[in-house]
């Protein structure tokens, strides 16, 4: 089979949708994972050249499993976005370490394990890794003492990848979204931390699925031959302005 492929993980919303809408525009087929069955289905049912599959990152057997059923089915995997994970914002007094240790589990050895999982599938046609991290692990902040260092080992397991896989022609890079408007985000953020990021992001607005999306899509492409190792915050701005915002210290 000679059509490209992708593996997207967190599949079935946001950002890992966007992303899937726009491999599939590009020729690719794509295989679209999440372990929240019913949203993960009901997506996949309104496009073509997909791959709904089940699986929750974070459990090895899991997959293992999904990993050998997107080759069946696919025959090649030409990239794997790494794009799952959870968010659990608190501070650090008040974060137990079974809140810790879903955090991690997800964000962290999910990128892990899905893509020791992918690599000998990578290696056949030197396909290229995307990992989606946060500016929120380039930069503190409070609230995020999870998240933020779930998402700064991410960045540093990207370099790890690339230094590794190079030699195989894999190439693997990160992208640190800032602040997005999803539709989780603006349900969940007040007017008051609305109006702050407005302030504080030199492009005065939240960046959009489809802006992250575009970014992932070209990582995985001939025009990134040369990149890898790189991480890319798609932010606004955000990480040049400072650290910490009043708004969201509580």
Same mark, same amino acid.
């Given at each position: 089979?000679?059509?490209?492929?992708?593996?997207?993980?967190?599949?079935?919303?946001?950002?890992?949708?966007?992303?899937?809408?726009?491999?599939?525009?590009?020729?690719?087929?794509?295989?679209?994972?999440?372990?929240?069955?019913?949203?993960?289905?009901?997506?996949?049912?309104?496009?073509?050249?997909?791959?709904?599959?089940?699986?929750?990152?974070?459990?090895?057997?899991?997959?293992?499993?999904?990993?050998?059923?997107?080759?069946?089915?696919?025959?090649?995997?030409?990239?794997?976005?790494?794009?799952?994970?959870?968010?659990?914002?608190?501070?650090?007094?008040?974060?137990?370490?079974? $809140?810790?240790? *879903?955090?991690?589990?997800?964000?962290?050895?999910? /990128? %892990? #394990? &899905? =893509?020791?999982? !992918?690599?000998?599938?990578?290696?056949?046609?030197?396909?290229?890794?995307?990992?989606?991290?946060?500016?929120?692990?380039?930069?503190?902040?409070?609230?995020?003492?999870?998240?933020?260092?779930?998402?700064?080992?991410?960045?540093?397991?990207?370099?790890?990848?690339?230094?590794?896989?190079?030699?195989?022609?894999?190439?693997?890079?990160?992208?640190?979204?800032?602040?997005?408007?999803?539709?989780?985000?603006?349900?969940?953020?007040?007017?008051?931390?609305?109006?702050?990021?407005?302030?504080?992001?030199?492009?005065? $607005?939240?960046? *959009?699925?489809?802006?992250?999306?575009?970014?992932? /899509? %070209? #990582? &995985? =492409?001939?025009? !990134?031959?040369?990149?890898?190792?790189?991480?890319?915050?798609?932010?606004?701005?955000?990480?040049?302005?400072?650290?910490?915002?009043?708004?969201?210290?509580?």
């Amino acid at each position: 089979m000679t059509q490209k492929t992708v593996i997207v993980t967190g599949a079935a919303r946001g950002i890992g949708l966007a992303t899937t809408k726009q491999f599939l525009a590009e020729g690719r087929r794509v295989a679209m994972i999440d372990r929240d069955a019913e949203a993960l289905m009901a997506e996949a049912a309104q496009l073509q050249d997909v791959l709904p599959v089940v699986c929750d990152v974070s459990r090895p057997d899991q997959v293992e499993s999904m990993m050998a059923q997107v080759a069946t089915a696919f025959g090649r995997i030409d990239a794997l976005i790494n794009n799952a994970g959870v968010a659990d914002f608190g501070p650090i007094e008040e974060t137990t370490f079974e $809140r810790w240790r *879903s955090v991690m589990s997800t964000n962290l050895d999910g /990128v %892990f #394990l &899905c =893509s020791q999982a !992918a690599i000998p599938h990578l290696k056949r046609v030197q396909g290229a890794i995307v990992n989606i991290a946060s500016i929120s692990g380039l930069r503190a902040s409070t609230l995020r003492v999870a998240y933020g260092t779930s998402k700064a080992a991410v960045v540093h397991l990207t370099q790890q990848q690339a230094a590794e896989l190079g030699e195989y022609g894999i190439r693997a890079n990160c992208v640190a979204p800032g602040p997005v408007r999803t539709k989780l985000a603006m349900a969940v953020h007040s007017p008051e931390i609305i109006a702050a990021y407005h302030d504080a992001i030199p492009l005065n $607005r939240y960046g *959009s699925e489809d802006e992250i999306a575009s970014v992932i /899509v %070209f #990582l &995985c =492409s001939g025009n !990134a031959s040369y990149v890898t190792g790189q991480t890319i915050a798609s932010d606004g701005g955000f990480q040049s302005t400072g650290v910490g915002l009043p708004a969201l210290r509580s």
